[in-house]
C-alpha cells in the first residue's frame, strides 16, 4: 500500500484571490499529515506575510503556541509565542514579482504543525489557512494535503 | 499513480562535473532531488552546490536571473543571508579538501521545488548538512526569476571540479 496520498488541492484561480483555504472531513485514517504551499500575498509588507493555519476552526489564539526561528536579517532570530500565524510566511506585493513561498507543513501524529502546537487532542478533521493581514492569497497560489500511513 | 514517484536517479560510477535532469515531466505538482554527495574541491571541506533550472532544454546560465536566503550553522556559529543575482548556491556540501576529509563521509540534501509547472517563478527550500572538520547545517530558500515551466534542471559545484565518484542524486516527482 502506497505510504503517500494525495488528499486535496487548491489552486487559487485568477480573478478570484482568497483570504482562506478550507478543508474539511479530513479522513483519520493516516497516521500524518503533509501540506505544501505556494503562495502568495496580495497587499504590501516588506518583512512577508504570515499566514495562519487553524485547526478545527478554532480561532483562539491561547490555544496556539508556536515556536519559531527566523533569518529576516544576517542575524537569525528565534522564540516563542501563543497564537496561530507563525505557522508560515510568504511573500508580499512588495517582494519580486511572480515569487511564491515554499512552505511544508508537518502535522506529525495529526496533533502538531511544524512548530505550532495546538492545545487540543481532539481528532484533526478541518484545517484552514488564513492569509492573514484582511487580505488576500493572490491568483495561482497552490495548497496541496497528503496524508502519510505509518507501518 | 503514486504520490512520489522516482523520475530518475543519477549515480557516479566516476567524478562527473556536473549532474543533467533532461525533459522533466509536466505531470506533476512539486519535484524533490535528494543527494548524498560530495565535491572534489582541494582548498576547503565544503563546497557550494550550484542548481541551474532551464526550460525548452536550455538551461539559464545568467547569474543575474538567480537568488537565494540562507540560515546557516557553521560549527557552533550561526549566520543568515541572502544574495540576488549571484547564481543560486546552496551552502554548503562537504568537498574532499584533498583528502582530509574522511573518504566515506558525504553531505546529504533534500531539495524541494514547487509548483515547477505554474505561471511563477521557480522557487524551492533546501535542507542541508555535511561533516569535515567543522559541521554545517543549513535552512535555504532560492528562485529562478523565470515563470516558465521547468524541464531541465544542472547540479553543479561553485568550486569543484567536480563531483566525486559514490555521489547519487534522485529526483522525485509529486502530484498534486
Redesign the interface.
Known sequence: M?A???LE?DTIIGGLPATTVTWSSISQSYDHLCI?V?A?YSAAGSAGQLHDVVYNGDTTDSDYSNTY?I??????TMGRLDGRSYAAIMPTSDF???????T?IWIPALRWCATLFHENNDAITEISMVAGGGQDFVA?S?F?L?GILGA | MAVIEAIATTYLEADASSVTFSSIPTTYEHLQIRMSMKSERAGSDVDGLRVYFGTGGTLDTVAANYGYHWMRGVATTPSAGRLTGTYLNFQNMLAAQGGVTNAANFGAMILDIFDYTGAKNTTCSALMGSTGNWSNLSFETGYWDNVAVVDKIQLDQVNGPNFLRGSEFTLYGITG
Do not use: C, G, M, N
Open positions: 502506497a503517500w496520498t494525495h488541492h505544501k505556494s502568495r526561528l533569518a529576516s536579517t544576517t542575524t537569525p519580486l514579482a511572480d515569487t511564491f513561498s515554499t511544508t495561482d497552490t496541496d497528503y
